[in-house]
């Protein structure tokens, strides 16, 4: 695997590649990033993945700086599944750059807490996208709402690069992998299924309560549990409104904090799986 660090290096040596498939993560790889390069791989291009933790991304009284940062050991994963090129750039790479301004969806779910997040996800996304010009990029369905904003952008302003929606990697008992999982106490780490479980009973629940209960039941059981919920929610898959009818596909959704940690999860159901 070739590691590449500068513009420039990704213009020596990418500019005679056609057809790139590209994984943009923040680094602290576990399997679900991976997942994503072995999904991206089955499509027989050659895989680049991207380590930069984004500071345009996180809210002045956010955890940019706590964020684990693992280069070593995500150059050894990454090599151990056969990614051809990593792009690790400086902290400069954000700065100056044209800003994107994201659409109304961004306000809603995540975008009502932390105001700005996905104009800077957007910012950065912009940016790897033009420098690395791939034909795919692959991305987490864990970030439902990132996703869609991603593929909107890029319909309008990158017609040429594919983008894929992959499924969320859980640990054995439920939980969604995530790099914050590291930063949870022993005590909350053994209560932080119950995000799962919350949405999958929801799920199963769907056509016998109103949502309204749904929700209301879940929320007090998360609360009693410690969990502080940033939303907790069913909600249209396309323009994220909070639906009150299940009709034929929806977004369970929720963000929420155990201590001072932010997880979210989500679960798409239509009527063929209910
Ligand atoms: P991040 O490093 O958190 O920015 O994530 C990079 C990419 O990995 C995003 O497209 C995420 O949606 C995706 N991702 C993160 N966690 C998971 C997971 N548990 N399962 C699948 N994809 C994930």
Redesign the pocket.
């Known amino acids: 695997m070739k590691i590449l660090t500068t513009e420039d290096a990704i213009k020596t040596e990418l500019i005679e590649k056609r057809g790139l498939s590209l994984?943009?993560?923040?680094?602290?790889?576990?399997?679900?990033?991976l997942?994503?390069v072995k999904g991206a791989k089955k499509y027989n291009l050659k895989t680049i993945a991207t380590i930069f933790v984004n500071p345009l991304q996180f809210g002045p009284n956010e955890d940019f700086n706590r964020y684990p940062r693992t280069i070593e050991s995500d150059i050894k994963k990454l090599e151990k599944i056969d990614c051809d090129y990593v792009f690790i750039p400086e902290i400069d790479f954000a700065k100056n750059l044209e800003i994107i301004k994201a659409p109304s969806i961004s306000l809603e779910l995540c975008g009502k807490n932390r105001p700005g997040h996905f104009d800077g996800v957007l910012t950065i996304i912009n940016k790897i996208f033009s420098v690395i010009l791939p034909t795919k990029a692959?991305?987490?369905?864990?970030?439902y709402q990132?996703?869609i904003l991603i593929k909107e952008f890029a319909k309008v302003n990158f017609p040429g690069i594919q983008i894929f929606g992959?499924?969320?990697?859980?640990e054995k008992d439920g939980l969604?992998?995530?790099?914050r999982n590291n930063l949870l106490s022993r005590d909350d780490r053994k209560v932080a299924p119950l995000i799962y479980e919350s949405l999958t009973w929801i799920k199963k629940n769907i056509n016998k309560l109103s949502n309204e209960d749904l929700i209301k039941f879940s929320t007090e059981n998360l609360k009693k549990n410690n969990f502080e919920i940033d939303y907790l929610g069913v909600y249209d898959i396309s323009n994220l409104k909070e639906i009150n009818n299940f009709k034929e596909s929806a977004l369970i959704a929720i963000a929420a904090k155990l201590g001072n940690v932010r997880l979210i999860d989500n679960i798409i159901i239509t009527n063929d799986n209910t």
């Not at 969604?176 to 790099?179: F, G, I, R, V």
């Open positions: 994984i943009p993560t923040m680094g602290n790889l576990h399997s679900g990033h997942s994503l692959f991305f987490g369905l864990k970030d990132q996703f992959l499924p969320i990697i859980r969604a992998m995530s790099s």
